[in-house]
């Protein structure tokens, strides 16, 4: 079974913080994805990874950056953490080429910024 | 850029009552369409995919979805739905040959037993 985890499911940082958030793969997929989940707002992209140290901006990567270093670990860095970012974070990963559709996800990371 | 847009927020059924999620893109090229749902408490996981071929799909748990060129839209169907079927449902699109998914925005169904 492929597994993807995240380093917490609740995390709960102040406004100004840096705040690190893991994901980590176990199926050697070349593909990690990001998103943030909010409630009418679906699933949005925030990065994406396509190879060690490689990464490209998703839809709203404002706010973010992350950190590719090795291939089963993709990290999400929030270098000064807003209220707005408060919402639920899902990793996702995929092997590359016509299977990149089949992602699987994360249980997710319900961050709340003070 | 390419959207994905669902008509439904919220939906509302009894159980064994049909269902009808719909589903719209945009992009003229060529997609490939998923719908993806999320139990609660649950990861998201994938209900039913469409790459190529007959346009009615078959998905898990007695869920199909067709695939509507000419309307660009791809709906989600079941005959008679269960309680265990509340979860949220997403559409999705990926352009052939990207590396990423555009999502919709989701709708919650909600099953009375």
């Known amino acids: 079974d492929v597994k993807v985890t995240q380093s917490s499911r609740y995390l709960v940082k102040r406004t100004g913080e840096k705040v690190f958030l893991e994901c980590v793969q176990d199926m050697d997929h070349e593909n990690m994805f990001w998103y943030r989940q909010d409630p009418g707002l679906g699933l949005r992209l925030i990065y994406f990874?396509?190879?060690?140290?490689?990464?490209e901006k998703g839809d709203i990567p404002e706010g973010y950056s992350v950190s590719r270093e090795k291939k089963e670990r993709f990290s999400l860095i929030l270098e000064s953490a807003s209220t707005n970012q408060t919402s639920m974070y899902l990793c996702?990963?995929?092997?590359?080429?016509?299977?990149?559709?089949?992602?699987?996800f994360g249980p997710g990371t319900r961050l709340t910024v003070t | 850029a390419q959207s994905v847009s669902q008509h439904n927020h919220h939906v509302i059924l009894s159980e064994a009552a049909s269902l009808e999620l719909g589903c719209n893109y945009s992009y003229g090229g060529t997609v490939n369409l998923f719908w993806y749902v999320q139990y609660p408490g649950q990861h998201l996981q994938l209900l039913l995919k469409?790459?190529?071929?007959?346009?009615l799909v078959k998905g898990i748990k007695g869920f199909e979805a067709e695939f509507i060129k000419s309307k660009f839209s791809f709906n989600l169907r079941k005959p008679s739905v269960q309680w265990s079927d509340t979860a949220e449902y997403f559409c999705a699109v990926r352009v052939a040959g990207d590396d990423k998914i555009i999502f919709g925005k989701g709708t919650r169904l909600h099953i009375l037993p």
């Open positions: 996702a990963s995929s092997f590359a080429g016509t299977r990149t559709w089949e992602q699987y």
């Open positions: 469409y790459f190529s071929g007959d346009p």
């Open positions: 990874s396509y190879d060690v140290k490689m990464k």
